[in-house]
């Protein structure tokens, strides 16, 4: 199965009110009946054991949106890969478009953040996606195959120990979204340079992130390679976010 659902809560919401909003998609999920829809939460750092044990036994698993490749070190401020899969951490974020944009990481630091993930069993998603200036010159699957490669290619990855968000960056927060031709046609494209690549392209999720809501939701995951949603905003309400899993249980 090639579905994914992802919730980036990103500097949001305090510990009682994660906490809470946890126990309701536990609730939501076991309800409902998707011990079978892959999902996947990304609380701040702060919270990632709580909101662990809270789904712990429960078919939602728990990642971090951002670590330091290794163990221990002298990093003050930072949390290292193996400090995050010891506190319950199943998945990591690599390369999302805020962490470009504004802590200017680069390819060699992405491609050390996903292989150590990866050497220490976590599973990534690996974020890619063109700027607003980017898609009007009309540079967004130079973009796009520039991301890949710079990170995937003549490096060991684990294929099935991955999954790509294309995440438009003049969606991201905005409200707008790509349409659903706009999303199909940089989703295929990946899945091609994945299986040129060598990778197992037809078992890779390949998600859209980029004001992914319910409203547009059946809509884009009519799309043949749009496999999922890492899902910003919308995964801030219990309800907002069941509505998106709805959809992507019903493609």
Known sequence: MRKLLAANWKMHLYADTAQALAQQLRHHWQEKGWQNLPTVIFPPLLYLREIANILKHSSIQVGAQNAYPGEFGAFTG????????????????????????????KAPLLQRKLLD??????????????????RRCGETLNVLRQQILEVLQG????????????????????????TPDQAQEAHAFIRQLLTELGAPASHIPILYGGSLKPENAHELFRQPDIDGGLVGGASLQANSFAAIAAALWDK
């Open 78 to 105: 930072e949390v290292s890969v193996a400090q995050v899969s010891a506190s319950g951490g199943a998945w990591l974020i690599v390369g999302h478009s805020e962490r470009r944009q504004y802590f200017a990481e």
């Open 117 to 134: 993930a990866q050497h220490r069993g976590l599973k990534v998603i690996y974020c890619i996606g063109e700027t607003l200036e980017e």
């Open 155 to 178: 490096v060991s990855v684990a294929w099935n120990q991955l999954a790509i968000a294309y995440e438009p960056v003049w969606a991201i927060g905005t409200g707008i979204n790509a």
